[in-house]
């Protein structure tokens, strides 16, 4: 009786393929997360990658329990995984480019901007974004920048060094100021804080426009869950001005405190791709640097051909500095 009553291999382990099925179903639907809740949508997506580490975890507990739908269930997540991200598992690069471009958030707090400055003026780079370049620190970068870089404008926070010539450089207004007052603040009081900038940099090939930006911070808070309000509105202000560049060349440098998954950059990836994804090798993750779990460093473009996209090593600041190589 006990042998005719045990349960059959693909009636074991029902709960194990269940879960099997809905981890399939959230990466297969994660835009249809709502937001609303606690910002939920934009925190899955900003970890989407490491969900795939469940499938393997999904496939040894079928294995254990013996049962064929637990083990057969993790096919889905594993092949709509695959499908998402597959493609950044190889090595996409191929060659060097005609311009080298390197981004960093160096940070407000970073104990040793000089050293920062060094390695990055070491690192070959014919244009070099920074953000979170504070005040007290400005000084030591321009000094320490200088010699690799005869061109810069740091505009508020945020700034760009180049090997080549910059003209109609300015601040981009991406609504950190927000409400009824916005408008009554001074220009010069505006731009002390000022996060995002628009220049066009002379080439061999014709202009380059270039954006330089740092969107809101995010927090994760066990009360209000993942707050993306200020970054949110700080995206779509960017991409307003991305839509009204009359530059068919154009790179996006910056921490954009998102990954390119995440739907609050929807109306940015939808007019540039990221050149790590088109020409990466690997995930790429910047975020945090001693341990990084996310990509919100990046570097996009459009009107140019990424030929290979990296991380560079760590500096004293929280990120690691992302880079990329690029022809025409």
């Known amino acids: 009786m006990r042998i005719v009553s045990r349960p059959g291999p693909w009636k ?14 959230l990466l297969l639907l994660h835009a249809w997360i709502p937001n609303r809740i606690g ?25 254990w329990r013996r049962s064929a739908a637990a083990v057969a269930a993790p096919l889905l997540p594993a092949v709509v995984w695959l499908a998402l991200f597959g493609g950044l598992l190889g090595d996409k690069s191929h060659g060097t480019g005609d311009l080298t471009v390197v981004s960093h958030n160096v940070g407000a707090e970073n104990p040793d901007p000089a050293g920062t400055a060094r390695d990055l003026a070491a690192s070959g780079a014919d244009l070099l974004a920074l ?7 400005k000084g030591t970068y321009e000094r320490e920048l200088a010699r690799a870089f005869p061109y810069h404008s740091v505009q508020g926070t945020v ?3 180049s090997r080549l010539p910059l003209s109609d450089t300015r601040p981009v207004d991406i609504k950190m100021d927000y409400g009824p007052l916005a408008d009554t603040k001074p220009a010069d009081v505006k731009l002390s804080y000022n996060r995002a900038l628009r220049t066009t940099v002379t080439t061999d090939h014709g202009p380059l426009a270039v954006y330089v930006a740092h969107l809101g911070s995010v927090r994760l808070n066990p009360r209000s869950g993942f707050w993306t309000t200020t970054r949110d509105r700080n995206a779509q202000a960017l991409a307003e001005a991305v839509t009204a560049e009359k530059n068919e060349r154009v790179l996006l440098l910056g921490d954009l405190n998102a990954t390119t998954d995440d739907r609050a950059l929807a109306d940015l990836t939808s007019q540039l791709r990221s050149t790590q994804e088109t020409a990466g090798d690997g995930f790429g993750f910047s975020w945090p640097a001693p341990l990084p779990t996310a990509r919100i460093d990046q570097i996009l473009f459009r009107g140019v051909r990424p030929n290979s996209s990296w991380v560079l090593a760590a500096t004293t600041s929280d990120h690691l500095p992302v880079a990329a190589d690029i022809s025409w």
């Open 131 to 137: 953000q979170e370049v504070t005040p007290e620190a």
């Open 39 to 63: 910002g939920l949508g934009s925190l899955v997506e900003t970890f989407l990658p490491w969900f795939g580490l469940f499938v393997p975890v999904l496939l040894l507990a079928g294995l």
């Open 159 to 161: 700034g760009l060094w």
């Open 12 to 25: 074991r382990g029902l709960p194990l393929a269940a879960s099997a099925l809905l981890l399939g179903l």
